[in-house]
């Protein structure tokens, strides 16, 4: 694949959260301060908002990474839809606290000795709700109720909720969240990178693997990448990745405007494909732009449409890859199986059939 091509040690786009590739943006710096200073706080709810794929669980990924583990406990719950009861059980869950066929009271009540525990033993808990839009108001008060739990005056849970836009919208408007609100300590809406900072951030992510200037980029590829993914991070993975796998194929060591604009041609010609029939290798949907940018994994098997989502998207853009690669092949063998046939037929030799 394009790795081995370009000398790379890894994939430095894959879509799938991955701290290791944190880049620094203008926003994410800011963002940063804040998640610090609510740390630091050591209580109540942090809101980290943006768009689908502006770098919400990668930018807490990161923080965490550089956490004490033996001074903290974290724990993440994806959300989809979840009614109060299962988004306590989820979040028992993600401790490891055995909630099987126990009612909401004895779940509660495992969860405050889990904390606790915690706290006796020097430790502080951290819960992580990412897609928090998806939560009906009862379960954003079953959380805000976990944050009651206190052993004397110390606070024993701090929770972060990642979400989309639609969430700020909703925490600000809703009047039976305005005791949430009030446990609000810190609040942040990732803002997307601006075109300087896209560049940097492609560059960034190659780096990482080893990249040594191959393929190299121009000013105005940079540009038009800006353009197309209005430097949101998960757009610029997807055409970054698409770019590279193109020139890998095209066995191409430059991306100019030229190579930039066709790749995004083939993008709008598979979701336009897309919206009429999703196309499927085998049982494996693939990922178009469209879908890559709404995918989600979730603690569900079916999505508000009745949809599978298979949550592990690299597997299946390996899979994609491959079947690139091996449909090039097969054309490559019968364009030379054609270019015999007619340098046979040119020096008057009767070719046979193959």
């Known amino acids: 694949m394009y790795a081995a091509f370009y000398n790379l040690t890894g994939r430095p786009f894959q879509l799938t959260p991955d701290p290791r590739f944190y ?56 959300t989809t839809q979840l009614d109060a009861d299962n988004v306590l059980r989820m979040v028992a869950k993600a401790f490891g606290i055995s909630h099987e066929n126990l009612d909401k009271a004895t779940i509660l009540e495992r969860i405050e000795a889990f904390l606790i525990d915690s706290h006796n033993r020097g430790k502080r808990v951290l819960l992580i709700v990412d897609e928090s839009q998806n939560l009906p108001t009862s379960a954003l008060e079953e959380l805000r109720m976990l944050s009651n739990f206190q052993f ?11 979400g989309q836009p639609q969430f700020r919208d909703k925490l600000a408007s809703d ?19 601006q075109e300087a900072e896209t560049a940097s951030y492609i560059e ?25 993914t209005g430097g949101v991070p998960r757009r610029v993975n997807t055409l970054a990745s698409r770019l590279l796998l193109f020139g890998y194929l095209e066995e191409l060591h430059e991306i100019n405007l030229d190579v930039v604009n066709e790749v995004i041609d083939d ?4 979701n336009e494909g897309a ?34 989502v298979d949550p592990d998207l690299s597997r299946r853009i ?34 046979d059939a193959e």
């Open 275 to 308: 919206q009429a029939e999703e196309p499927v290798i085998g049982e494996v949907e693939i990922p178009t732009r469209k879908s890559a940018e709404s995918h989600v994994p979730t603690t569900s098997s079916s999505s508000s449409r009745g949809k599978v």
């Open 175 to 193: 009047p039976d969240l305005e005791q949430l609100r009030q446990r609000v300590i810190a609040s942040y809406h990732l803002e997307p990178m």
């Open 23 to 78: 880049y620094s943006s203008r926003t994410h710096k800011k963002a940063m301060a804040y998640l610090t200073y609510g740390m630091n706080q050591g209580e109540g709810f942090i809101v980290i908002t943006g768009d689908i794929g502006a770098g919400k669980t990668t930018l807490v990924g990161r923080l965490f990474d550089e956490l004490d583990r033996e001074k903290y406990i974290a724990a993440n719950v994806v």
């Open 267 to 270: 993008l709008e010609r598979d």
């Open 318 to 351: 390996d899979i994609l890859e491959r079947n690139v690669i091996a449909q090039q092949k097969t054309l490559d063998r019968a364009l030379e199986i054609v270019a015999s046939y007619f340098d046979r037929f040119e020096r008057g030799e009767t070719p």
């Open 152 to 162: 004397g005056d110390r606070p024993l849970l701090q929770s972060f909720l990642l």
């Open 204 to 228: 960034h992510r190659l780096q990482h693997v080893g990249w040594e200037n191959d393929p190299s980029f121009t000013r105005d590829a940079f540009r038009r990448i800006h353009e197309y």
